[in-house]
């Protein structure tokens, strides 16, 4: 398993190859407006992570929250830092099946509770690089 540090530098190589690798639609401008509509669509009834934060509070946030949120998307692609909040969640262990051995623990499955900003960045991510993943394996 990686480090946190090692995952770091290889994300920040990964984005400045591609960045340098000329792909024009990489070439983006982080604005309230754009972050505002790809934040539209997280789900309103998930479960807050350990902030406490829900999507229906970033939904009715102020535009400046959005373009201070855009000044920390920036610095995080320009350092290769994600923030040690963007990493933190627990899981839930969910019984499979309530009739069967609740010690065996392949009756077991997990679900991982992550914070609001965590969620917000993974869908920033996912929103604006999806299209070059296939690129890179």
Same mark, same amino acid.
């Given at each position: 398993?990686?480090?946190?540090? %090692?995952?770091?530098?290889? *994300?920040? #190589?990964?984005?400045r190859?591609? +960045? @340098?690798?000329?792909t024009?639609?990489? @070439?983006?401008?982080? @604005?309230?407006?754009?972050?505002r509509?790809?934040? /539209?669509?997280?789900n309103?009834? +998930?479960?807050?992570?350990?902030d406490? &934060? %829900?999507a229906?509070?970033? /939904? ?5 929250? *959005?373009?201070?949120?855009?000044l ?9 830092? %994600?923030?040690? #909040? ?8 969910l ?9 065996? +623990? ?5 679900? %991982?509770?992550a914070? +609001? ?7 920033? &991510?996912?929103?604006r690089?999806?299209?070059?993943? &296939?690129?890179?394996?």
């Open positions: 398993c990686s480090s946190d540090a %090692t995952v770091d530098r290889k *994300f920040a #190589a990964m984005y190859d591609l +960045c @340098d690798s000329g024009s639609s990489l @070439d983006f401008h982080i @604005d309230y407006c754009n972050l509509a790809v934040f /539209r669509d997280l309103a009834n +998930c479960t807050p992570g350990m406490g &934060i %829900t229906k509070h970033v /939904r009715h946030a102020p535009n400046s929250f *959005f373009a201070a949120f855009g920390l998307l920036r610095a995080i692609f320009h350092h290769g830092y %994600t923030p040690m #909040a963007f990493r933190s969640c627990y899981q839930i262990p019984i499979k099946n309530a009739s069967g051995d609740v010690n065996d +623990c392949n009756n077991y499955r997990d679900i %991982t509770i914070n +609001c900003f965590s969620k917000m960045f993974e869908c920033f &991510i996912n929103a690089f999806a299209h070059v993943c &296939i690129h890179y394996p």
